[in-house]
């Protein structure tokens, strides 16, 4: 019997499996099997999940939540910040963190733009609790009272809310470099399908002989990280204390054999440059991934030369969580010659990724354009926001606000984002390219170059740069030296330098930091000259 399609085929479920089941089966397999490591405590799987639905129960039971509700989060990592997740799940709330660094006011605004019904924050924010008083139903603090929670319903079980594929499960808040953060709708189903595609496409083979290091917030890309750990039964590693230590970071891997990490450009750096990397045994790693931004290719050589064919990266917004292209370990070379330079991979598995121009239509091989992707990653649209939607979308693809080009191969080349890009006697300027140039000289370790305004030209590059320790490069020294190496229309006209760069609370480096921090010390040339 044939299915006439042309007639239509309504389907007869859209339900999927609630999130919180991840947990549940992990407990079931390997229950009591370490699940969770903080400092010196650990948590089997099956106290992950007792505690997991014991806080579950509460919220039903002495809060009222219910499917739908918005719990947002202020707290540092830590394991209760874990379990809670999956008890949001567990009862259909959505799981809405928020970045801890962020301030009061900030946070005031997060709840009232989310709608949120209880906030779930950390016992040392009680500025963060006043701000959101007005604004939210209840506080849970994290510390005794989230234990006591805990205590008073260990041994429920309660039953998880029936979801639907484009039911919410998260609430994703973009970094907001321009503008106020937005939240990214990241659904039940597109969430199944991000964990299935990492554990696909980033780390194969990883299952519960592995370990897991998390060195980046909970809240945002290695919330998901580790989402896609539970699903494998992985072993989840935070280091003690908030402050990041490469040292420790190097003595976990090596105690706990870790196989594999998420983290950014930024902080690859800081490990692989650090001491501690080679006192410490880190045979095991078996994936370090980054994502965020692309690596300098100096940092790559670097890196790849100290820890050797490990290196995964991957090209997503928060919006399509992480999930557009992969660069895995077969595709980073130390030789020039066998690298795709700056190329962040291929398409994911099940995604499709195109480079188009302003009217939408995908534009020829080599040619620069805006990177647009569809699939089952993309997320569900950002929360109460229609005009966002309406500038992100066009005829069904995401459009991410980054450009680029494609090979013929299929490769995505990341050139910046459209907002960093500045115009300088007409022509366009990719910043990108003039900080790989910078980066290999060699008394350079960190440079962000963008640009500001010019009376002859409209706009001139730029350089903040951060000299290696030790040395004490002039600003006309590093013009003279980058002149042979770049088009004349492309050179800086201005070169400062800094101790060190602004990064954001997940260590990435952000041109709208730059340029603040900038202005703040009076070095931005004004308009009239």
Request: glycine share 10%; net charge negative; hydrophobic share 45%.
């Amino acid at each position: 019997m044939s299915l006439d399609l042309s007639q239509g085929v309504i389907p007869v479920s859209t339900r999927v499996m609630n999130l919180s089941h991840l947990l549940t089966e992990s407990a079931r397999r390997l229950g009591d099997g370490v699940g969770f490591i903080w400092g010196d405590e650990t948590w089997s799987w099956a106290e992950m999940e007792a505690r997991a639905s014991a806080f579950a129960a509460g919220l039903v039971q002495e809060f009222g939540i219910t499917k739908g509700d918005r719990v947002l989060v202020q707290s540092a990592n830590c394991n209760q910040m874990f379990e809670a997740m999956f008890a949001c799940w567990r009862v259909g709330a959505v799981w809405v963190p928020a970045n801890y660094r962020l301030s009061p006011d900030d946070l005031a605004g997060l709840a009232q733009s989310s709608g949120a019904t209880l906030l779930l924050c950390g016992a040392q924010f009680p500025e963060h609790v006043a701000a959101c008083a007005d604004l939210v139903r209840a506080t849970i603090l994290i510390g005794p009272e989230f234990e006591a929670l805990v205590a008073r319903h260990m041994g429920a079980v309660p039953v998880p809310a029936v979801v639907q594929r484009d039911d919410p499960a998260w609430f994703f808040f973009t970094s907001g470099t321009t503008g106020k953060p937005k939240a990214a709708v990241l659904t039940h189903g597109q969430l199944a399908f991000v964990v299935t595609n990492h554990l696909c496409d980033l780390m194969p083979g990883t299952g519960p002989e592995d370990a897991s290091l998390v060195v980046a917030p909970l809240s945002h890309g290695a919330g998901i990280h580790q989402l896609a750990q539970v699903a494998h039964g992985v072993k989840t590693i935070l280091p003690a204390g908030e402050k990041f230590d490469p040292d420790q970071v190097w003595s976990l891997v090596s105690k706990w054999r870790v196989t594999n990490m998420f983290t950014v450009p930024t902080i690859v750096k800081l490990l692989v440059e650090h001491p501690g990397m080679d006192a410490h045994d880190h045979s095991s790693l078996r994936y370090v991934i980054y994502a965020g931004a692309p690596m300098y290719r100096a940092d790559q050589i670097r890196a790849l030369e100290k820890l050797g064919p490990v290196l995964v990266q991957y090209f997503g917004l928060g919006e399509v969580t992480g999930n557009i292209t992969v660069l895995p370990p077969a595709h980073h070379h130390l030789d020039d010659a066998a690298m795709r330079i700056g190329s962040c991979g291929f398409a994911r598995t099940g995604m499709q990724v195109q480079i188009q121009n302003e009217t939408g239509e995908e534009v020829d091989f080599g040619e620069t354009g805006e990177i647009a992707v569809i699939g089952p990653a993309v997320f569900a649209g950002y929360f109460n926001n229609p005009e966002a939607n309406e500038k992100s979308f066009r005829n069904g693809w995401f459009l991410t606000g980054d450009l680029g080009h494609m090979d013929a191969q299929g490769f995505v080349y990341l050139t910046g984002r459209a907002s960093d890009m500045y115009i300088s006697g007409g022509s366009n300027i990719y910043p990108r390219e003039i900080e790989e140039k910078l980066l290999e000289h060699p008394d350079l370790s960190e440079v962000a170059v963008l640009g500001v305004p010019d009376p002859v030209w409209g706009e001139v590059g730029m350089a903040v740069c951060v000299p290696v320790a030790g040395a004490a490069p002039t600003s006309q020294a590093v013009l003279d030296w980058l002149s042979p190496r770049l088009s004349r229309y492309k050179m800086p006209r201005h070169v400062v330098f800094w101790d060190g760069l602004p990064k954001s609370a997940y260590g990435k480096i952000t041109k709208k930091m730059i340029r603040e921090e900038l202005e703040a010390r009076g070095q931005l040339p004004q308009q009239g000259g």
